[in-house]
């Protein structure tokens, strides 16, 4: 049993920056990715990033490239997503992922309870 904890989500002008945290606990022993979700009022979750067991791979989805950076430390069992150049359509409820085997929701092993990130115009 894996139990994550977000923290960092909170209310941002446009163009603004938000740094997510995820803390894992007890640390994960499997070796598949970890990663972010989000899912914003009437919509279907989506993915957001993935970074591999050991930090040397990572993966987003177009709408964050170039924005958003996802890193962790595997000594502290922490995940992070720094979001910059923060967008409306960015506003949504972000979950941290962990044992992800692809993309889609279905294919992750455990989710965080989600933080809420707004950004206003």
């Known amino acids: 049993q894996v139990q994550l904890v977000e923290s960092g989500g909170g209310l941002v002008q446009a163009g603004g920056s938000l740094r997510l945290s995820c803390a894992a606990s007890?640390?994960?022993?499997?070796?598949?990715?970890m990663g972010w979700f989000r899912q914003a009022p009437g919509k279907e979750r989506e993915f957001v990033a993935q970074?591999?067991?050991?930090?040397?791979?990572?993966y987003y989805a177009d709408s964050v490239k170039g924005r958003f950076t996802i890193s962790k430390d595997n000594a502290k069992n922490m995940v992070y997503l720094q979001m910059n150049s923060l967008k409306p359509e960015d506003t949504a409820v972000y979950y941290c992922?962990?044992?992800?085997?692809?993309?889609?929701?279905?294919?992750?092993?455990?989710w965080g309870q989600g933080t809420q990130v707004t950004v206003s115009s």
């Open positions: 992922a962990a044992e992800l085997r692809g993309s889609m929701p279905r294919t992750v092993g455990y």
């Open positions: 007890p640390r994960t022993y499997r070796t598949y990715p």
């Open positions: 970074i591999s067991w050991g930090g040397g791979s990572t």
